[in-house]
């Protein structure tokens, strides 16, 4: 996958690994950064990337390197390690995943999803509260980007992590709780309130909207 003359990222359909090679400046840092999160998002699990062959004369572009890593960190299934020779973290369970149509009725077969995810991994706390905020997550696509959607999901631990890729490049924005008398704007405060951490990561052709929930936090609320 090349995204410059200067700066290539050798990836291998057989492996979980991919090199850099060449040399990694602030200008191809866009490139290199877009190209990993695709190939994080095409291939859920753990990416191994081998900074053997490549030179990085710009701090900022190995910040840039870290950036991914931290973007990744809470999405489904997915860990970025930036030294193929360190310990691999345990293996953890395989994500769900289904395709939807920006259509009303893809909130209901995403809620369908996560309710069988969650019980599967024995995290039935979280079933309300992720079905809560899976649909907003489904429904911005449908009123917002009407693109094609995926859903995917995954344990970790105590904690279910949720995302929605779509293919609008506008992010979401979350400015507070909606005024009393608003019609709308009330999706995001919802995945704010059932989830510890949400974000969106911008990808080449659109974007990852995801969100983390705790058991914990849940047993909290109802105690």
Not at 43 to 70: F, Q, T
Not at 76 to 93: K, T, V
Not at 152 to 178: I, K, T
Request: hydrophobic share 45%.
């Amino acid at each position: 996958m090349p995204t410059d003359a200067r700066c290539l990222v050798e990836t291998d359909d057989s492996s979980a690994r991919v090199r850099l090679t060449g040399v990694l400046d602030r200008a191809e840092v866009e490139a290199v950064r877009d190209a990993l999160l695709a190939r994080l998002w095409q291939r859920p699990g753990l990416l191994l990337v081998d900074l053997s062959g490549v030179r990085i004369p710009d701090p900022l572009a190995r910040d840039a390197l870290d950036e991914v890593c931290r973007a990744v960190a809470d999405w489904p299934a997915s860990e970025m390690l930036l030294d193929p020779d360190a310990a691999p973290p345990d293996p953890q369970p395989d994500p769900l995943g289904v395709e939807l149509p920006p259509v009303v009725e893809a909130a209901r077969e995403a809620r369908s999803l996560v309710s069988a995810g969650c019980l599967r991994w024995g995290l039935p706390e979280l079933v309300e509260p992720a079905c809560i905020a899976v649909t907003e997550m489904v429904n911005n696509v449908v009123a917002h980007a009407l693109t094609p959607m995926t859903l995917r999901l995954a344990p970790r631990g105590n904690a279910l992590h949720v995302a929605v890729r779509d293919h609008s490049a506008g992010q979401p924005a979350y400015a507070g709780p909606a005024a009393a008398d608003a019609l709308g704007g009330r999706g995001l405060l919802l995945i704010d309130t059932v989830a510890r951490r949400w974000g969106s990561t911008p990808l080449p052709d659109g974007k990852v909207v995801w969100c983390v929930l705790y058991v914990e936090d849940e047993a909290a609320v109802r105690n």
